[in-house]
């Protein structure tokens, strides 16, 4: 893939992001990583989407050096190239500030698995990280965030969940490729939504039964998914 087809592909994500209602002014940043040539293309940072044009993205390699663009990358360019690095089979990263998957990081709680919605997507519950020390804020901040969510990651798949939040801060989705970990990134916001309401409903709304979690997922992600059209 060319550059400029990298480009076009991480500007149309970050742009899905504004359509869906996930992002404001400069919030969130979506990046894809090209493993062939080692290069991964992200949003310029503090540049409002309504602004952005495609050539504005930002092409770094996998030591955050800048390979080809006028602007600054994203802010959080360590936090996606280190999820790069340690997760092999994802192409794309979003982050966001959505509503309601960021109040269950402020509130530092994992988001429940509730109800089928949820166990269709992810296996068990979405993850909150722990938080980060003074140090590990005072040091390489955006690097450590990366370092947070992988350590989260240590006993699970990330390709089971593709999407975690970071306590305190928001969540981060991925997939494999850029337009995919925005699909997970609009998934997560509703999910996040549900489980609030339902729990405020209910604050002892047990989680669903294990064995409706499995189906739910197996049936779409299992080795015999049954689930929508065969290929």
């Known amino acids: 893939m060319s550059f400029t ?4 592909e991480v500007y149309e994500a ?3 992001l504004q359509r869906r209602g996930l992002v404001i002014y400069t919030f969130g ?9 080692g290069v991964i293309a992200i949003k310029p940072s503090g540049v409002s989407y309504d602004q952005m044009k495609a ?14 663009g006028s602007m600054r990358p994203s802010s959080d360019t360590k936090t996606h190239v280190h999820l790069y690095r340690h997760f092999d089979a994802i192409g794309g990263v979003t982050h966001t ?24 997507y992810v ?10 020390t003074d140090e590990q804020v005072n040091g390489d901040y955006e690097l450590e965030t990366g370092i947070q969510i992988t350590d989260a990651y240590q006993d699970r798949d990330p390709k089971a969940a593709p999407m975690v939040i970071v306590a305190g801060h928001a969540p981060f989705t991925w997939g494999k490729d850029a337009a995919q970990s925005v699909y997970h990134a609009a998934l997560l916001e509703e999910i996040a939504r549900m489980a609030y309401l339902t729990r405020t409903l209910d604050p002892h709304a ?12 197996l049936r779409k992600h299992g080795k015999n998914a049954y689930y929508g059209q065969s290929k």
């Open 97 to 120: 500030h959505s509503t309601y998957a960021t109040a269950w990081a402020q509130a530092k709680q994992s988001i429940p698995c509730l109800g089928t919605t949820h166990a269709d």
């Open 206 to 217: 047990a989680e669903l039964k294990k064995a409706v979690m499995d189906k739910h997922y």
């Open 14 to 16: 970050n742009m899905e």
């Open 29 to 37: 940043n979506v990046s894809q990583i090209d493993r062939d040539k």
């Open 55 to 68: 050539d504005d993205m930002v092409i770094v390699d996998l030591e955050n050096n800048i390979v080809e």
């Open 123 to 132: 296996h068990g519950d979405i993850t909150c990280t722990r938080e980060l």
């Open 5 to 8: 087809e990298l480009k076009r």
